[in-house]
């Protein structure tokens, strides 16, 4: 019996990483803020975008940003960052609101951080 206890707590401790893993992306993948770069001749940003604002459908959500975008022809959106919360920790959290215009923008694709993403207040 002494023996068997040595490797599940070896086996436990090798997995651990493998299930934090999977929790933080399960906290990401419910976050009301989705995360996208957007990529210009001069520079890229990331840039989040709430559930709400990507409207309904079925199509992917960077395609409804774009779709958005064209139609409109600027977009106002939360630029995001890292930074450390008021406990230490690292996340994603919006820097400052950024107005991004179609004629400028050479494309817009998803961006997922190991972090986790902080909503707009």
Known sequence: MTKTFPRRAMLALA???AA?????VRA???APVQLFKVVSPRDEVIVGVEASQLG??????VERLAAQLA???QLTLWQYA?????SGALVQAPLKQIVVFRNELLRIEPYSSPLPVQPVK
């Open 71 to 73: 139609a409109k022809g």
């Open 20 to 24: 934090l893993a999977v929790r933080a």
């Open 82 to 86: 890292s930074h450390k919360d008021a």
């Open 15 to 17: 997995l651990l990483p």
């Open 28 to 30: 990401q993948a419910s």
């Open 56 to 61: 309904a459908g079925s199509n992917p959500a």
